[in-house]
């Protein structure tokens, strides 16, 4: 996808939600639900005013964020490191990858309880489960970009005389990024599921905090607040993860606009 494509997807997500906000509006306009449960798009707002201030709200998103670039930044580092030396590196891989399928399919949930025993209810436990929102789907699509690389871009690597780590880097490596790429925002996009899992269980701030304390207080627009600002925030950072792959690492994907 170009950059102005990008732009164009990004500008038709935002016309989109303008509309679900104007029919979610008309809805309680017309009195279709009840608005102690499902208050409007007005209502939510007057109940945040009413229950934060700007200076909370930037806090809650400020922590949530610096949890989820911390945690997914490990897991990129760590998933990307070992996706390629499994592909590389056939028994390695063999190994490796057995308990990296067992796990897998374990959601980050489930691990919350032993990360809150192993490491506490600290900034660790939640970087952890962090971690392994973003380190499956980035292993996987890195290793499935290292085992379908052409066998014919290999040997015109060693014709020109790479061999070894000169060739991994300078042929096989740039061959995977497209799949790389694809992991990476699949796994921004589970970093803030786990992201938001991690704080509603163990936190005294962030957006799941946010949501849960106005649960218990019984405040459903702070708790739908809280959810499109999830929603909004995870759409912006993945346009903007997505404009940076595409100009840094897929050069030859990004088309500049004619002036």
């Not at 945690?71 to 990129?76: A, Y």
């Not at 999830?230 to 994907?253: A, E, P």
Request: positive net charge.
């Amino acid at each position: 996808m170009s950059n102005s494509k990008a732009r164009l997807h990004l500008v038709a997500s935002w016309a989109g939600f303008l509309v679900i906000i104007l029919v979610w509006q008309g809805i309680s306009t017309l009195g279709l639900v009840a608005p102690e449960t499902f208050p409007g798009p007005v209502r939510v707002a007057e109940s945040v005013v009413e229950s934060l201030s700007v200076g909370r709200v930037l806090e809650h998103v400020g922590t949530s964020l610096f949890r989820v670039f911390s945690g997914f930044g490990i897991g990129l580092f760590a998933a990307v490191i070992l996706g390629v030396m499994c592909g590389w590196y056939i028994d390695f891989g063999t190994i490796l990858r057995t308990p990296i399928e067992l796990l897998r399919p374990v959601p980050p949930l489930a691990w919350i309880p032993l990360a809150i025993m192993w490491l506490g209810v600290g900034e660790s436990s939640k970087l952890f489960v962090i971690f392994l929102g973003a380190f499956f789907p980035i292993f996987t699509n890195t290793y499935k970009g290292m085992m379908t690389i052409e066998p014919n871009v290999i040997r015109a690597g060693q014709m020109v005389g790479l061999r070894g780590w000169r060739l991994l880097l300078k042929v096989v490596v740039p061959m995977t990024l497209p799949d790389i790429a694809t992991g990476m925002r699949l796994g921004w996009s589970y970093s803030f599921g786990a992201m938001v899992a991690a704080e509603i269980i163990a936190a005294n701030s962030g957006l799941g905090y946010m949501i849960m304390h106005g649960r218990e207080l019984g405040l459903v627009g702070v708790i739908m607040f809280g959810i499109i600002l999830i929603g909004t925030l995870n759409m912006l950072t993945d346009y903007v993860i997505q404009s940076l792959i595409l100009k840094r690492f897929l050069r030859w994907h990004y088309v500049p606009e004619q002036k």
